[in-house]
């Protein structure tokens, strides 16, 4: 005899899964001895005592409920399919109580081995609201409250078989997919006979075919998803189309309604139309001449991708067939489209961008390592190769990975890897939404929660951290082989390597090197041949570091210069035993290799000529302080007897430190205003270091003991106001002050000495970029002398020195040499640039006087003055000089505007009254831009310019620097506009009064 509910031990029943062996004890006492057989079964569901205490309420809601236990008892198969309902899925649970009869449903011998049939869930659903599923056109005889109950009862019993048989008979997830994606297909022919009967006889007019797409249309539906959808109608022959428009928009609306509006009976799910032509803002209905007419001139690349997908559903099957067969060339043309790469790259990061961070970590669907990692790498690999190879033209992913992975453009572990992480998460997401019957795609955090999940997924041995674990190893496989799929291949097209990898032709890896954004395929292949050919370890690794190289290279602006530079910066390197482990171990390294090589050629000029600046990406970016730069470039220079050695070894110290100030603004570590404080101050110390070498040369060459002058140098302009740019010449002056009893001319002569050899030996050609000294700024120009004594400055500032001047000496900063003779220039010039009295009326027309000058004069030819970034309008110039004129006016009673840099100077302008806020801001952000954008196109081009770029990729990687995102140079450029045209209207008002 079995043994009785109470008699069931409490051991017994926490071993089985129960949490509440007290409650269950007392549940099946209730329920009687019938109930006894099930406990083994109830072990073996998500959780026991929800399906237990389920049991007994639709035991309570039936009128015969010992009947019912017996039956179930009696048949090992009905009660792992009701039991594994009740303990998984709670919204299903409380279906039964409202319907207690469709237990029966869980009888059917057959339900276990037999998946329905398309055409029988449509007719199921068709006659539940009254049509003939023997109709071209059925339409709803019920009532229409009636039939909206009647489709929700119907969608959910056949929810319930296919439910049961999913949890009891362990059915492959893709065949759950398929089967919820006909169910749905049916709900929507149903929906659409109910919209008829609604519509009433101008439904006669139309011929309206209904498109499923994403999911539905792949046959990958999940248990609770929208159901995306497109519209496409044609009149009837003697039909106006206007009429046929109108009723087609009736039908679509009301089909959208049935399955949407909640009833007594809840709701289905939304049907949504937003992928049709210009998404919620286009027409509901089209017809086909309009579709394919909007797909031919204006669809974007993801709106081809997601065609991918579609298939007819419901409706007119003719037009439906006639609507895929018309748009599907289409969809085999797209990766051929202009900006193909960067807009499938881009939308899958603004995917990735607006995911919650409180969500990020659980997200299933949308996170690193989920859904749609997999679905779209499998997507972009059937439109590059489905082109030429037509068996890769399936819409669901499963299908479309067996045949990517049969046709050798994945390797066979890989794509088995794939399947395997792929169906997990599918299956995992299926469970999730069951409990409720609600669109989620978060994995909980709950660890009741997590039990519950990790044992409907059979996993009963520790279920929560057995779910969390095998999870977090299938995220890992997906992000991998997301990485993987497109590049390994490529490898093995150029290179000899065993093993089961997948094998592209050459003309199949030209194809997908093209479709990733690489301008010059055939050369790409052959640095990948030159990088990965032989048997060598240096080969080896390559291979192992080139596929997610070759991702970042494709996901920037020029991923031809990123593989080029590589190869050479690789070859540099040759067998460098830490080069090529470094970038294994170290990602950010490589990543930042990656992003630097492939976006600036200022960038990848630097490394090529110190390889070994490689390893300075593993530290922090920061400029370095002039002291400890000036400290490394003395000792550096120590070494070296040779003067012309010892400035080399200077100018070293300066291009590693170049590197670090272009890398750090690369990657947005740097904002502008360190990036020209830096490049100023690593020029002190350039400047100092070279000095001292260059001093106590021409004192050995003379046999002087010490020198006769101390000798200063002033910078000015850019570097005298830390604004300094990457393609700037170092403006500066040089001063000398004879020691007391020296004969003047020896004292000069030293002096210009010194300052010809430094001007020599900074310029000469070398590995490392040239630094102009250019002096032009002095008294009289390029006529005057290059080295002036203390005293012949004052007497030319007291004499000759005009208003230009004055402006001109507002970013003297005395930064290198003598410190007592900087203070004494300092002190000189002072009085002149922030004169007591300000300015007169006559100076300030002066001064404006040669700003118009500049700006006729100076433009380049054909420039244009919109986007000139220095002399147009709202540019450098005219916020400089705007800022410079406030300082010659009002600096004497206004400390903070004594000062040679811009940004300071406005503030302290704008403290002091004399600008307003919202004008001070608009001139401190125009400023901050325009520097950045000049800085940007030199780092890109790797010389000095200062018009934006007019080629598209050079353009691109402008507005990739200044954080736009992909496919977003011209936002950039009217942002630009905008901003300039704003700063000019302060100018107007603040300088031109």
């Given at each position: 005899?079995?043994?009785?509910?109470?008699?069931?031990?409490?051991?017994?029943?926490?071993?089985?899964?129960?949490?509440?062996?007290d409650g269950?004890?007392?549940?099946?006492?209730?329920?009687?001895a019938?109930a006894?057989?099930?406990?083994?079964?109830?072990?073996?569901?998500?959780?026991?005592?929800?399906?237990?205490?389920?049991?007994?309420?639709?035991?309570?809601?039936?009128?015969?409920?010992?009947?019912?236990?017996?039956?179930?008892?009696?048949?090992?198969g009905?009660?792992?399919r009701?039991?594994?309902?009740?303990?998984?899925?709670?919204?299903?649970?409380?279906?039964?109580?409202r319907?207690?009869?469709?237990?029966?449903?869980?009888?059917d011998?057959?339900?276990?081995?037999?998946?329905p049939?398309?055409?029988s869930?449509?007719?199921?659903?068709?006659?539940?609201?009254?049509?003939?599923?023997?109709?071209?056109?059925?339409?709803?005889?019920?009532?229409?409250?009636?039939a909206?109950d009647?489709?929700?009862v119907?969608?959910?019993?056949?929810?319930?078989?296919?439910?049961?048989?999913?949890?009891a008979?362990h059915?492959?997830?893709?065949?759950?997919?398929?089967?919820?994606?006909?169910?749905?297909?049916?709900?929507?022919?149903?929906?659409?006979?109910?919209?008829?009967?609604?519509?009433?006889e101008?439904a006669?007019?139309?011929?309206?075919?209904?498109?499923?797409?994403?999911?539905?249309?792949?046959?990958?539906?999940?248990?609770?998803?929208?159901?995306?959808?497109?519209?496409?109608?044609?009149p009837r022959?003697?039909?106006?189309?206007?009429?046929?428009?109108?009723?087609?928009?009736?039908?679509?609306?009301?089909?959208?309604?049935?399955?949407?509006?909640?009833?007594?009976?809840?709701?289905?799910?939304q049907?949504?139309?937003?992928?049709?032509?210009?998404g919620?803002?286009?027409?509901?209905?089209?017809?086909?001449?309009?579709?394919?007419?909007?797909?031919?001139?204006?669809?974007?690349?993801w709106?081809?991708?997601?065609?991918?997908?579609?298939?007819?559903?419901?409706?007119?099957?003719?037009l439906?067939?006639?609507?895929?067969?018309?748009?599907?060339?289409?969809?085999?043309?797209?990766?051929?489209?202009p900006?193909?790469?960067?807009?499938?790259?881009?939308?899958?990061?603004?995917?990735?961008d607006?995911?919650?961070?409180?969500?990020?970590?659980?997200?299933?669907?949308?996170?690193?390592?989920?859904l749609?990692?997999?679905?779209?790498a499998?997507?972009?690999?059937?439109?590059?190769?489905?082109?030429?190879d037509?068996s890769?033209?399936?819409?669901?992913?499963?299908?479309a990975?067996?045949?990517?992975?049969?046709?050798?453009?994945?390797?066979?572990?890989?794509?088995?890897?794939?399947?395997?992480?792929?169906?997990?998460?599918?299956?995992?997401?299926?469970?999730?939404q069951?409990?409720?019957?609600?669109?989620?795609?978060?994995?909980p955090?709950?660890?009741?929660?997590l039990?519950?999940?990790?044992?409907?997924?059979?996993l009963?041995?520790d279920p929560?951290?057995?779910?969390?674990?095998?999870?977090a190893?299938?995220?890992?496989?997906?992000r991998?082989?997301?990485?993987?799929?497109?590049?390994?291949?490529?490898l093995?097209?150029?290179?000899?390597?065993?093993?089961?990898?997948?094998?592209?032709?050459?003309?199949?890896?030209?194809?997908?090197?093209?479709?990733?954004?690489?301008?010059?395929?055939?050369?790409?292949?052959?640095?990948?041949?030159a990088?990965?050919?032989?048997?060598t370890?240096t080969a080896?690794?390559?291979?192992?570091?080139?596929?997610?190289?070759?991702?970042?290279?494709?996901q920037?602006?020029?991923?031809?210069?990123?593989?080029?530079?590589?190869?050479r910066?690789?070859?540099?390197?040759?067998?460098?035993?830490?080069?090529?482990?470094?970038?294994?171990?170290?990602?950010?390294?490589?990543?930042?290799?990656?992003?630097?090589?492939?976006?600036?050629?200022?960038a990848?000029?630097?490394l090529?000529?110190?390889?070994q600046?490689?390893?300075m990406?593993?530290?922090?970016?920061?400029?370095?302080?002039a002291e400890?730069?000036?400290?490394?470039?003395?000792?550096?220079?120590?070494?070296?007897?040779?003067?012309?050695?010892?400035?080399?070894?200077?100018?070293a110290?300066?291009?590693?430190?170049?590197?670090?100030?272009?890398?750090g603004?690369?990657?947005?570590?740097?904002?502008?205003?360190?990036?020209?404080?830096?490049?100023?101050?690593?020029?002190?110390?350039?400047l100092?270091?070279?000095?001292?070498v260059?001093g106590a040369?021409v004192?050995?060459?003379?046999?002087?003991?010490?020198?006769?002058?101390?000798?200063?140098?002033?910078?000015m302009g850019?570097?005298?106001g830390?604004?300094?740019?990457?393609?700037?010449?170092?403006?500066?002056?040089?001063?000398h002050?004879?020691?007391?009893?020296?004969d003047?001319?020896?004292?000069?002569?030293?002096?210009?000495a010194?300052?010809?050899?430094?001007?020599?030996l900074?310029?000469?050609p070398?590995?490392?970029?040239?630094?102009?000294?250019?002096?032009?700024l002095?008294?009289?120009g390029?006529?005057?002398?290059?080295?002036?004594?203390?005293?012949a400055?004052?007497?030319y500032?007291?004499k000759?020195?005009?208003?230009w001047?004055?402006q001109?000496?507002?970013?003297a900063?005395?930064?290198v040499?003598?410190?007592?003779?900087?203070e004494?220039f300092?002190?000189?010039?002072d009085?002149?640039?922030?004169?007591?009295?300000?300015?007169?009326?006559?100076?300030?027309?002066e001064?404006?006087?040669?700003?118009?000058?500049?700006?006729?004069?100076r433009?380049p030819?054909?420039a244009?003055?919109?986007?000139h970034?220095?002399?147009g309008?709202?540019?450098?110039a005219?916020?400089?000089?705007?800022?410079?004129?406030?300082?010659?006016?009002?600096a004497?009673?206004?400390?903070?505007?004594?000062?040679?840099?811009?940004?300071?100077?406005?503030?302290?302008?704008?403290?002091a009254?004399?600008v307003?806020?919202h004008?001070?801001e608009?001139?401190?952000?125009?400023?901050?831009?325009?520097?950045?954008?000049r800085?940007?196109?030199?780092?890109?081009?790797?010389?000095?310019?200062?018009?934006?770029?007019?080629?598209?990729r050079?353009?691109a990687?402008?507005?990739r620097?200044l954080?736009y995102?992909?496919?977003?140079s011209?936002?950039?450029?009217?942002?630009?506009?905008?901003?300039?045209?704003?700063a000019?209207?302060?100018?107007?008002?603040?300088?031109?009064e």
């Amino acid at each position: 005899m079995p043994r009785s509910a109470s008699a069931t031990a409490k051991g017994q029943l926490l071993r089985l899964g129960f949490t509440d062996p007290d409650g269950a004890r007392a549940a099946l006492e209730r329920l009687g001895a019938a109930a006894d057989p099930l406990l083994a079964l109830l072990g073996r569901t998500a959780d026991p005592d929800r399906a237990l205490a389920a049991l007994e309420v639709l035991a309570g809601a039936l009128d015969d409920p010992r009947s019912m236990l017996a039956a179930v008892a009696d048949d090992e198969g009905t009660a792992m399919r009701l039991l594994c309902v009740l303990g998984a899925s709670e919204a299903l649970g409380h279906h039964l109580v409202r319907h207690p009869e469709h237990w029966l449903e869980l009888t059917d011998p057959v339900l276990g081995s037999t998946r329905p049939t398309r055409a029988s869930l449509r007719a199921d659903l068709l006659m539940a609201v009254g049509a003939d599923p023997r109709d071209d056109e059925p339409v709803a005889t019920l009532p229409d409250a009636l039939a909206l109950d009647a489709l929700r009862v119907e969608y959910r019993r056949l929810l319930l078989r296919l439910t049961s048989r999913d949890l009891a008979h362990h059915v492959g997830v893709d065949d759950v997919a398929a089967e919820l994606s006909d169910l749905a297909v049916g709900t929507l022919e149903a929906a659409l006979a109910i919209a008829r009967q609604r519509v009433g006889e101008a439904a006669a007019s139309t011929r309206l075919a209904v498109i499923a797409m994403g999911k539905c249309g792949g046959h990958e539906l999940n248990y609770v998803s929208d159901v995306d959808v497109v519209f496409v109608y044609e009149p009837r022959e003697g039909a106006a189309d206007n009429v046929a428009n109108r009723a087609a928009t009736q039908l679509a609306s009301h089909l959208m309604r049935i399955c949407s509006e909640p009833t007594g009976e809840g709701e289905i799910w939304q049907v949504d139309a937003a992928l049709r032509p210009e998404g919620k803002s286009g027409p509901l209905v089209r017809t086909l001449a309009s579709h394919l007419g909007y797909y031919q001139r204006w669809a974007n690349t993801w709106e081809f991708q997601a065609l991918l997908k579609a298939r007819p559903a419901a409706g007119d099957r003719e037009l439906g067939e006639a609507y895929v067969e018309q748009l599907a060339p289409l969809v085999w043309t797209a990766a051929e489209r202009p900006g193909f790469v960067e807009d499938t790259q881009a939308m899958r990061r603004r995917v990735v961008d607006h995911i919650p961070a409180k969500e990020a970590q659980r997200q299933l669907k949308l996170g690193e390592g989920g859904l749609r990692d997999v679905e779209f790498a499998v997507q972009l690999l059937q439109l590059v190769h489905g082109r030429a190879d037509e068996s890769l033209r399936c819409p669901t992913t499963l299908s479309a990975l067996a045949e990517l992975t049969r046709g050798g453009y994945i390797g066979r572990q890989d794509g088995e890897s794939l399947h395997r992480a792929y169906s997990f998460l599918r299956t995992l997401e299926h469970r999730i939404q069951l409990l409720q019957l609600r669109r989620t795609h978060l994995v909980p955090d709950d660890p009741e929660r997590l039990r519950r999940l990790g044992r409907s997924m059979g996993l009963f041995k520790d279920p929560a951290e057995a779910l969390e674990r095998e999870w977090a190893h299938h995220r890992r496989e997906v992000r991998r082989l997301h990485q993987k799929l497109f590049y390994r291949p490529l490898l093995t097209a150029v290179a000899r390597i065993p093993g089961p990898e997948a094998r592209l032709s050459p003309d199949a890896a030209r194809e997908r090197l093209a479709a990733l954004g690489y301008a010059d395929p055939e050369a790409a292949l052959r640095h990948l041949d030159a990088l990965t050919a032989g048997v060598t370890r240096t080969a080896s690794i390559q291979r192992t570091l080139l596929p997610v190289m070759l991702q970042w290279f494709a996901q920037a602006p020029d991923p031809d210069a990123g593989l080029f530079g590589f190869r050479r910066i690789s070859e540099s390197l040759g067998e460098t035993p830490w080069y090529l482990t470094t970038l294994r171990d170290e990602g950010q390294v490589a990543q930042r290799l990656a992003a630097l090589l492939a976006t600036s050629r200022y960038a990848t000029g630097l490394l090529e000529r110190e390889p070994q600046g490689v390893r300075m990406l593993a530290e922090s970016l920061e400029p370095q302080p002039a002291e400890a730069l000036l400290e490394e470039m003395r000792a550096a220079a120590s070494r070296r007897p040779e003067p012309e050695r010892a400035v080399r070894a200077v100018r070293a110290v300066r291009r590693r430190e170049l590197l670090r100030l272009a890398a750090g603004d690369l990657l947005g570590l740097t904002e502008v205003a360190g990036v020209g404080a830096g490049l100023s101050r690593l020029t002190d110390a350039t400047l100092e270091a070279t000095l001292e070498v260059v001093g106590a040369q021409v004192r050995e060459q003379r046999g002087l003991a010490q020198a006769p002058t101390a000798l200063a140098i002033v910078a000015m302009g850019r570097y005298g106001g830390f604004e300094l740019s990457y393609g700037s010449d170092a403006d500066v002056l040089f001063v000398h002050d004879p020691l007391p009893g020296v004969d003047p001319h020896e004292a000069s002569t030293y002096a210009f000495a010194v300052a010809n050899e430094m001007r020599r030996l900074l310029a000469l050609p070398g590995a490392d970029p040239a630094l102009e000294l250019d002096a032009d700024l002095r008294p009289e120009g390029k006529q005057g002398p290059l080295v002036r004594t203390l005293d012949a400055y004052a007497a030319y500032y007291a004499k000759w020195s005009k208003v230009w001047e004055a402006q001109a000496l507002l970013r003297a900063d005395a930064a290198v040499g003598d410190p007592g003779l900087r203070e004494r220039f300092t002190a000189l010039i002072d009085p002149l640039r922030y004169p007591v009295r300000g300015l007169s009326e006559e100076e300030i027309r002066e001064v404006r006087r040669i700003k118009a000058r500049v700006d006729d004069e100076r433009l380049p030819r054909g420039a244009d003055r919109a986007t000139h970034l220095k002399l147009g309008r709202g540019g450098l110039a005219d916020i400089e000089w705007t800022v410079q004129l406030l300082q010659l006016r009002h600096a004497a009673d206004v400390p903070g505007l004594r000062t040679p840099r811009t940004l300071p100077a406005l503030e302290a302008a704008r403290e002091a009254g004399l600008v307003g806020d919202h004008d001070a801001e608009v001139l401190a952000d125009a400023w901050r831009r325009v520097s950045r954008i000049r800085n940007a196109v030199t780092l890109v081009r790797g010389k000095p310019a200062d018009a934006l770029p007019s080629d598209p990729r050079e353009r691109a990687a402008v507005a990739r620097i200044l954080g736009y995102p992909d496919g977003a140079s011209e936002e950039m450029l009217d942002d630009h506009l905008r901003c300039v045209r704003q700063a000019r209207g302060v100018v107007d008002r603040v300088f031109w009064e």
